[in-house]
């Protein structure tokens, strides 16, 4: 597990640096907020597509080689790519070759996590997601004082440098136990029907939906520009408020491990979450209360949102397809909550996605609730 954790490590100190740097940079080149967010909601739909793929690929030949052959050289080239972008298509263009480094990862993390370590599955899952919201705060923090003191190119030099170091790890996945099954592209699309599934597992797929409306186009796109159009932040003051975000989110996935998933901890989330997003858009000088309180929620969520994966997909025998098919509606939400978001934070302000966010959130909740019930009954 060791392995697996420095990869995801390394994996999100990057991802973490790009999900400030890159809207920020293009924002410092006058390229307006809609026009970002097409950007930006290129990732999760070709992600989508990919994945799949790479998930049937993986549950015929094993996990372990795609960390050094796909996941190490898709976050070294997106990070280059991104260091001589000097247009919008060339930014999406990074975008397309990041979604192969996001993709080749979470095609395979969460089988090779169940694999490591049988019987302590949702456990090592949910310790996994506290890794990597730590490294995303450390890669935030970097990036944001990498922008401020030294400049863009600087702080994807270093970017580039740590997606350089995840060949170390990944090399080392080389040898672990796999598959003797030859890759044949009929199976590989006979693995991807999503038909047999049983009705908890859509019910599942249904919630995880909620989660990314909730998350994703707040912390990729509108809360970093937000704090830079919106409240004057600099780019320091921007990339310490993600640390704390992140860090906080993770000392509380940490913190709550061993505690139920209650209906007592799905009413403290959420009117954690109503509570900071409907007061988010006006808060001023309370802003960053308002924000450190919803890390707090998001860390409370994790643990919801993998033990309901986990719960669905950890004892059939196509996980890693399982996965990447549970995940089809949340990846389709986070391509479309992030091409509109652009569009109507633009037009209509902020104020309507943060409160649908907290909306969202708490629809989540309640039905992560129910379905890890429904499972277990």
């Not at 019910?203 to 520009?225: D, G, K, R």
Request: aromatic share 14%; glycine share 6%.
């Amino acid at each position: 597990m060791k392995r697996i954790l420095t990869i995801t490590f390394l994996n999100y100190f990057v991802s973490g640096g790009l999900t400030l740097t890159i809207p920020l940079l293009l924002l410092n080149r006058n390229v307006d907020l809609a026009e970002i967010g097409i950007v930006i909601s290129v990732l999760p739909l070709v992600f989508l597509v990919i994945r799949l793929f790479l998930a049937a690929l993986a549950d015929l030949v094993g996990w372990a080689r795609f960390y050094i052959l796909l996941n190490w050289p898709g976050s070294l080239f997106s990070t280059l790519i991104y260091f001589i972008a000097s247009s919008t298509p060339a930014f999406l263009f990074g975008k397309i070759i990041e979604a192969v480094k996001e993709s080749s990862y979470w095609a395979v993390n969460r089988t090779a996590i169940f694999s490591l370590s049988p019987k302590q599955e949702e456990k090592e899952a949910t310790r996994n997601s506290a890794v990597l919201r730590l490294s995303t705060a450390i890669g935030s923090a970097v990036s944001g004082l990498g922008i401020a003191y030294m400049g863009f190119s600087f702080t994807l030099s270093i970017l580039i440098l740590a997606s350089s170091i995840i060949g170390i790890p990944a090399a080392l996945l080389w040898h672990t136990r796999r598959q003797s099954a030859k890759p044949r592209i009929l199976r590989v699309v006979a693995l991807l029907d999503p038909r047999g599934r049983e009705r908890t597992f859509w019910f599942v797929s249904f919630t995880l939906l909620f989660y990314s409306l909730a998350t994703y186009p707040l912390v990729t796109l509108l809360l970093p520009v937000f704090m830079s159009q919106q409240l004057g932040y600099n780019y320091t003051a921007i990339g310490i408020a993600y640390m704390l975000y992140n860090v906080i989110a993770s000392s509380i996935t940490f913190s709550t491990l061993k505690r139920s998933l209650g209906v007592r901890r799905v009413v403290i989330q959420s009117a954690i979450a109503l509570f900071a997003s409907f007061l988010l858009a006006n808060s001023g000088n309370y802003f960053p209360a308002l924000f450190l309180a919803l890390a707090v929620a998001h860390g409370l969520g994790i643990g919801f949102f993998e033990s309901i994966i986990a719960k669905a997909t950890k004892n059939r025998l196509t996980v890693s397809v399982d996965i990447g098919l549970l995940h089809i509606p949340m990846y389709l939400a986070e391509f479309a909550s992030v091409l509109c978001a652009g569009f109507v934070a633009q037009f209509f302000g902020y104020m309507p996605m943060f409160v649908s966010s907290g909306i969202f959130f708490t629809t989540f909740s309640a039905l992560s609730s129910y379905a890890l019930k429904a499972r277990d009954s």
